[in-house]
T-cell receptor
Framework: GAGVSQSPSNKVTEKGKDVELRCDPI?????LYWYRQSLGQGLEFLIY????????KSGLPSDRFSAERTGGSVSTLTIQRTQQEDSAVYLC???????????????FGPGTRLLVL | SQQGEEDPQALSIQEGENATMNCSYK?????LQWYRQNSGRGLVHLIL?????REKHSGRLRVTLDTSKKSSSLLITASRAADTASYFC??????????????FGKGTLLTVNP
């Protein structure tokens, strides 16, 4: 079926504004992940969802970052009061068809390129 | 925390040549995966090798894993211009139940010249 999709593809915002990034995982995938890729930092893990719950939020860089997942499907990553250092590509991935399946291959979306002016 | 580190950071070869990229990591793993990224966008999964495997093939790709040295290599044979991309290794943790969180290296930028 279709792969992971993300929207918007690109987002330019002003410092201090809030942004919402959306991820549609592969249908039936139970696990969803957000990563961030920025210059000089490489790819960083942000948060992991199993179903609608987030057992690991350890990678969220500050309390300005939050994420939710509804219906075991779509996820939204929200960044409040954006700062210039938030500029990065935000990547979403999904994996696993069954709750007991080992979460191995993560399939990535095309990413959202965020630029905070 | 574990971290994949690829080398070289950049590799430039001629079409038809083989390209070898290496990855090292620090802690015990369940799996090691290689991904490709074009133009700084989405990552494409190439191949997964489990910690109890030593070598795996997929088309023109050959991956080896040496858990005693905590290292892996990705070989692309008969390279093509379309193979030009950044290549990342990613590991998942074996301890603490965090077998989902991928830790990526900084990547190798491969340029294949026509």
């Amino acid at each position: 079926g279709a792969g992971v999709s993300q929207s918007p593809s690109n987002k330019v915002t002003e410092k201090g504004k809030d942004v919402e990034l959306r991820c549609d995982p592969i249908s039936g995938h139970t696990a969803l992940y957000w990563y961030r890729q920025s210059l000089g930092q490489g790819l960083e893990f942000l948060i992991y969802f199993q179903g609608n719950s987030a057992p690991d939020k350890s990678g969220l860089p500050s309390d300005r970052f939050s994420a939710e997942r509804t219906g075991g499907s779509v996820s939204t990553l929200t960044i409040q009061r954006t700062q210039q250092e938030d500029s990065a590509v935000y990547l979403c991935a999904s994996s696993g068809y069954r709750l007991w399946a080992r979460r191995e291959t993560q399939y990535f979306g095309p990413g959202t390129r965020l630029l905070v002016l | 925390s574990q971290q994949g580190e690829e080398d070289p950071q950049a590799l430039s070869i001629q079409e038809g040549e083989n390209a070898t990229m290496n990855c090292s990591y620090k802690t015990s793993i369940n799996n090691l995966q290689w991904y490709r990224q074009n133009s700084g966008r989405g990552l494409v999964h190439l191949i997964l090798i489990r910690s109890n495997e030593r070598e795996k093939h997929s088309g023109r790709l050959r991956v080896t894993l040496d858990t005693s040295k905590k290292s892996s290599s990705l070989l692309i044979t008969a390279s093509r211009a379309a193979d030009t991309a950044s290549y990342f290794c990613a590991t998942d943790g074996k301890s603490g139940g965090s077998n989902y969180k991928l830790t990526f290296g900084k990547g190798t930028l491969l340029t294949v010249n026509p």
